[in-house]
């Protein structure tokens, strides 16, 4: 597929520039279409971060920019603040490390751990 | 497409010589694995940069010939976190 890199680039970092958390994933996150997705859209509503989800599914240019904008080979993608944080298994990692409210604090990210079961 | 275990081992194993890999077929369709790989060459690096580097390897097949893959990657030596 011929993208032009540049457009596709700067809409991306102009999607990062209006949210502090931004999820590139497969389907929405009412409905994600994609285990790994749903994965992540889990993560982040476990701990209740508000983001922003672009599904790359209904835009094929985003669907292969994002992919060389973060030099990352597949979907879902997280960023915070902009700022690449991983894809599904980091995600997951950082989740049972607690690394993730670190990363939370340090980028002052409001969070509060559910008290929901996540099964 | 799937990939066969032993092309993948050796694409990891042909850019990470010292890596001890094990690999599991989590759905037994050569087309969704879980790769845990701990290698010298992760030291200093965080995690993005560990799985960049095993995408690397990977080059064009990650996510054509290869649908899903679970990465695990450890750094040498083990620092325990407790």
Redesign the interface.
Known sequence: MNIDKNAIFEKINKMLDEDDVVLFMKGDADFPQCG?SANVVGILNYFNINFKSFNVLEDDELRQGI?DFS????VPQVYIKKE???????LR??AE?GEIEDILKEKKIKYSVSTQSTS | MPMPIDILTSLIKDGLPDAICEIEDLKGDENHYHAKIKSSKFNGLNKVQQHQLVYSLLGKHMGTTLHALKLTTISEPIINKG
């Open positions: 790994f992919k030099n990352w080979p597949t690449f944080i991983g894809g599904s298994d980091i990692e950082i490390s």
